[in-house]
Nanobody
Framework: QVQLVESGGGLVQAGGSLRLSCAAS????????MGWYRQAPGKQRELVAA???????NYADSVKGRFTISRDNAKNTVYLEMNSLKPEDTAVYYC????????????????WGQGTQVTVSS
C-alpha cells in the first residue's frame, strides 16, 4: 500500500552539503510521521530527524544545527537538508513513514525506503 522512494545520497567532502528526498506513494493511507534513520557499519540504526503530521520536529543531538527536515504535504515528500557534513555522518540513510492504513484500519505501521548511501570524506 505504501512505497517510499528516496534519493540524494552521494559522496561529499567534509563541510559539504547534501539534500535527501523521500516521496511516499500509493493509496489508502494517512501519514502520521515521516523521517530519516541512519545506520553506520557496526552501529545501531538511529533516528536522525522526524516530522509529525502536526509539524512537530525531532532531531538527534548530533545533527542539531546542521540538518533540517522539511516536508511538502501535497506531494507526500520529506526532505533532509544536511549541511556542514562530518565524516561521522557517513551511513546508509533510510527514509521511513509511520502510517495508518485507512481501509484495513491498521495503524502505526512503519514503511521503509530502500536506503541511500551518504559518504563524507575527510
Amino acid at each position: 500500500q505504501v512505497q517510499l522512494v528516496e534519493s540524494g545520497g552521494g559522496l561529499v567532502q567534509a563541510g559539504g552539503s547534501l539534500r535527501l528526498s523521500c516521496a511516499a506513494s500509493g493509496s489508502g493511507f494517512r501519514i502520521n510521521a515521516m523521517g530519516w534513520y541512519r545506520q553506520a557499519p557496526g552501529k545501531q540504526r538511529e533516528l536522525v530527524a522526524a516530522i509529525t503530521r502536526g509539524g512537530s520536529l525531532n532531531y538527534a543531538d548530533s545533527v542539531k544545527g546542521r540538518f533540517t527536515i522539511s516536508r511538502d504535504n501535497a506531494k507526500n515528500t520529506v526532505y533532509l537538508e544536511m549541511n556542514s557534513l562530518k565524516p561521522e555522518d557517513t551511513a546508509v540513510y533510510y527514509c521511513y513513514a509511520e502510517v495508518t492504513l485507512l481501509y484495513s484500519q491498521a495503524s502505526s505501521l512503519a514503511y521503509w525506503g530502500q536506503g541511500t548511501q551518504v559518504t563524507v570524506s575527510s
